[in-house]
């Protein structure tokens, strides 16, 4: 067999290994969405991406591990916006009015992250190390030096960029937590309650900001 012949085997064996991992990792994402973590069923998962139960074995052990590396793949794509937002140019305002739109806009796609992150934290709390070590992970440096000038500046009442960012992910990340709490409470739909996360969207910033203008 020609080494030519032999490099272009190997290629497509990646390829296939690359494809058929895409395929688990999109079939458990939308079987995790749908019916959690404890729901979800591995065979499900390998019949929803078109293998048998073994192969999906072969790529990931335990349904922990598929969870996990489903929930890397999405982190993946939400860190690197959210640090983009905190570490650009634009004023306070604008950085919780893009967070808040992104953040909620993202999760609503993803509405098992923020479940996923306590359960993980509680479980394991060297889980958050894992997550640092993803260099895109968001940094609030550059957002807590805005807020302590624009506060010097007299443009925002006193608060500190910690509490202040405290108060934008609690009140981003809490209607997802407590979806069912909040679903029974209001006596919404599956319907009213992603119409409430759509509006939500800017409401959040609209309350935060008219709370911290001085």
Same mark, same amino acid.
């Given at each position: 067999?020609?080494?030519?012949?032999?490099?272009?085997?190997?290629?497509?064996?990646?390829?296939?290994?690359?494809?058929?991992?895409?395929?688990?990792?999109?079939?458990?994402?939308?079987?995790?969405?749908?019916?959690?973590?404890?729901?979800?069923?591995?065979?499900?998962?390998?019949?929803?991406?078109?293998?048998?139960k073994?192969?999906?074995?072969?790529?990931?052990?335990?349904?922990?591990?598929?969870? #996990?590396?489903?929930?890397? &793949?999405?982190? *993946?794509?939400?860190?690197p916006?959210? $640090?983009? %937002?905190?570490?650009?140019?634009?004023?306070?305002?604008?950085?919780?009015?893009?967070?808040?739109?992104?953040?909620?806009?993202?999760?609503?796609?993803?509405?098992?992250?923020?479940?996923?992150?306590?359960?993980?934290?509680?479980?394991?709390?060297?889980?958050?190390?894992?997550?640092?070590?993803?260099e895109r992970?968001?940094?609030?440096?550059?957002?807590?030096?805005?807020?302590?000038?624009?506060? #010097?500046?007299?443009?925002? &009442?006193?608060? *500190?960029?910690?509490?202040?960012?405290i $108060?934008? %992910?609690?009140?981003?990340?809490?209607?997802?937590?407590?979806?069912?709490?909040?679903?029974?409470?209001?006596?919404?739909?599956?319907?009213d309650?992603k119409?409430?996360?759509?509006?939500?969207?800017?409401?959040?910033?609209?309350?935060?900001?008219?709370?911290?203008?001085?």
């Amino acid at each position: 067999m020609s080494t030519k012949w032999l490099n272009y085997l190997v290629k497509m064996a990646k390829t296939k290994d690359t494809n058929t991992e895409g395929k688990i990792l999109s079939a458990a994402e939308n079987i995790f969405q749908s019916k959690g973590m404890d729901g979800a069923r591995m065979q499900e998962i390998a019949d929803k991406a078109g293998i048998n139960k073994a192969m999906l074995h072969y790529y990931y052990r335990s349904k922990q591990l598929l969870f #996990e590396a489903v929930f890397n &793949k999405a982190f *993946s794509l939400l860190a690197p916006q959210l $640090n983009t %937002i905190l570490n650009d140019d634009s004023s306070v305002e604008d950085k919780i009015k893009k967070f808040t739109f992104n953040y909620i806009s993202f999760i609503s796609k993803h509405p098992y992250l923020p479940n996923f992150i306590l359960q993980e934290l509680n479980r394991n709390p060297d889980f958050v190390k894992k997550l640092q070590s993803n260099e895109r992970f968001p940094s609030l440096d550059k957002f807590k030096m805005q807020v302590t000038s624009e506060v #010097e500046k007299g443009n925002l &009442k006193l608060i *500190s960029g910690e509490q202040l960012f405290i $108060n934008i %992910i609690s009140l981003c990340v809490f209607p997802f937590i407590g979806s069912p709490l909040i679903k029974v409470f209001l006596k919404l739909s599956d319907k009213d309650y992603k119409q409430l996360m759509k509006d939500r969207k800017t409401e959040i910033a609209d309350f935060i900001i008219n709370s911290i203008k001085a």
